[in-house]
C-alpha cells in the first residue's frame, strides 16, 4: 500500500500487489512507513472508511521507485541505505556456520535493502532500452527515460555498526549476544542484525558523516542534477528546497 499526496490530480493505481491511496500525508503515515515489524508496533490508518493497522511497507514493496514514477517525476535521486555494489577483489568469506542473528541479518538485508538496488538497475536497464528506440518508436510506448542518480553507502553499515555495539543498553546487547550477536570491530559477528536496532547517537552521528562524505563526492552530479549553479560546501540554498509530493509506504 501506497499512501500518497499531491497538488495534481493524480489518481490512485493498481499494479500487481500493489495499491495506491491519496491521503493527506501526516505523522501516522511516517510511523507506520518505519514501523519495522517485531521492532515497532503497526499503527492504525483509516484506509476507504475503515481503519487498518500498517507497518513498513519495505516488507512488501517490491518496486520501491515506481511511486515517484506514478507521480509523475521525470528525475529521480535515489539515497540508498546500503551498498549496491560490492568492491572488486576477493569476497569476505567465512567457514563457520551461521549464527541466528547473521541468518536474521541477512534476511532483514533481503527485506530492506535488495528491492531498491533491483529497481534502480530495472529503471536504468528501462533507459539504456530506450536509448536505442528512435523517436517514433518512443511515442509509441508508454515508458519513458528517467534520470536517476544513486547515492549510496560506500561503508557497510554493518561495518560502522560492529565500532559502536557497546553504545546499545546492556539488556539489547544481552538478548542480541543470546542469538549470536559477538565480538567488536572486526572480529564482530552478527553486527547486521545489531545495525537495525542500534539508535544510539555515535552510531547515527557516523552514518550522518558518512552520508554527507559519500555525497560530497557525488557533488558535481548533484549540482547538475539540481541545476544549481554554485554549491558552496556547506549551505544548500533556500531556493532549491525540494517541493515534491509526499510519498509513504506502508504495509
Known amino acids: 500500500m ?5 497538488l495534481a490530480d ?17 505523522m501516522p503515515h511516517l510511523l507506520a512507513s518505519s514501523a ?19 507497518g513498513d511497507g519495505s516488507m512488501r514493496q517490491a518496486a520501491p521507485i515506481s511511486p515517484a514514477v506514478h507521480l509523475g ?24 556456520y551461521p549464527s541466528l542473528a547473521q ?5 532483514l538485508s533481503n527485506i530492506f535493502l535488495d528491492a531498491l538496488a533491483v529497481d534502480a538497475e530495472r529503471l536504468q536497464r528501462i533507459n539504456s532500452t530506450l536509448s536505442l ?6 511515442t509509441a510506448t508508454n515508458l519513458k527515460a528517467i534520470e536517476v542518480p544513486v547515492i549510496a553507502p560506500s561503508q557497510r553499515l554493518d561495518d560502522i555498526a560492529t565500532r559502536h555495539l557497546a553504545s546499545l543498553p546492556l539488556p539489547v546487547r544481552a538478548m542480541l549476544g543470546g542469538i549470536g550477536v559477538q565480538g ?11 545495525s537495525y536496532l542500534l539508535f544510539e547517537a555515535p552510531y547515527t552521528r557516523e552514518l550522518m558523516a558518512s552520508g554527507v562524505a559519500d555525497t560530497m563526492q557525488r557533488r558535481d552530479d548533484v549540482i547538475r542534477f539540481f541545476g544549481w549553479a554554485v554549491l558552496r560546501q556547506d549551505v544548500v540554498p533556500a531556493q532549491h528546497k525540494m517541493t515534491d509530493p509526499a510519498v509513504a509506504s506502508a504495509m
Open 10 to 26: 493524480i489518481q490512485p493505481w493498481t499494479r500487481s500487489q500493489r495499491i495506491a491511496a491519496r491521503d493527506a500525508i501526516s
Open 2 to 6: 501506497t499512501f500518497y499526496d499531491a
Open 73 to 96: 517525476a521525470e528525475r529521480i535521486v535515489v539515497v540508498g541505505a546500503g551498498r549496491m555494489h560490492e568492491p572488486a577483489g576477493p569476497r569476505a568469506c567465512s567457514s563457520e
Open 133 to 138: 528506440l528512435t523517436p517514433e518508436e518512443r
Open 184 to 194: 567488536e570491530g572486526k572480529d564482530a559477528r552478527g553486527a547486521v542484525l545489531a
Open 36 to 54: 519495522i515489524p517485531f521492532d515497532f508496533p503497526p499503527v492504525p490508518l483509516t484506509l476507504g472508511g475503515f481503519i487498518e493497522y500498517c
Open 103 to 107: 541468518i536474521a541479518g541477512h534476511a
